[in-house]
C-alpha cells in the first residue's frame, strides 16, 4: 500500500473496510443471463461497495468498543 514511499491511505482503508462491510450488505449483486464479464463487473463493484461500507463501520466499532470498555471497568 505504499506508492513512491508514501503510504496510500485510501487503499488502506479500502482493503481495512472489507471485512466490516461484506457482511453487512445483506446482498451480493449477481446478475442472472449476463455474459462473464458483466458477471464478474457486479461481483467487483460489490466488494466495492462493500469495502466503503465497512471503511464506515469502523469507527463504529471502534466507539462502541471503547464505551463496552468504559462500561466494564466502572462496573467492577
Do not use: E
Not at 457482511?23 to 449483486?29: D, G
Amino acid at each position: 500500500m505504499k506508492v513512491s514511499g508514501q503510504t496510500d491511505w485510501f487503499w488502506w482503508v479500502f482493503i481495512a473496510g472489507l471485512p466490516f462491510g461484506i457482511h453487512k450488505m445483506r446482498l451480493i449483486l449477481i446478475p442472472r443471463g449476463m455474459d462473464t464479464t458483466a458477471t464478474l463487473g457486479m461481483a467487483a463493484l460489490s466488494v466495492i461497495i462493500g469495502a466503503l461500507i465497512g471503511s464506515i463501520m469502523i469507527p463504529v466499532y471502534v466507539i462502541r468498543a471503547i464505551y463496552v470498555f468504559i462500561r466494564y471497568v466502572i462496573g467492577k
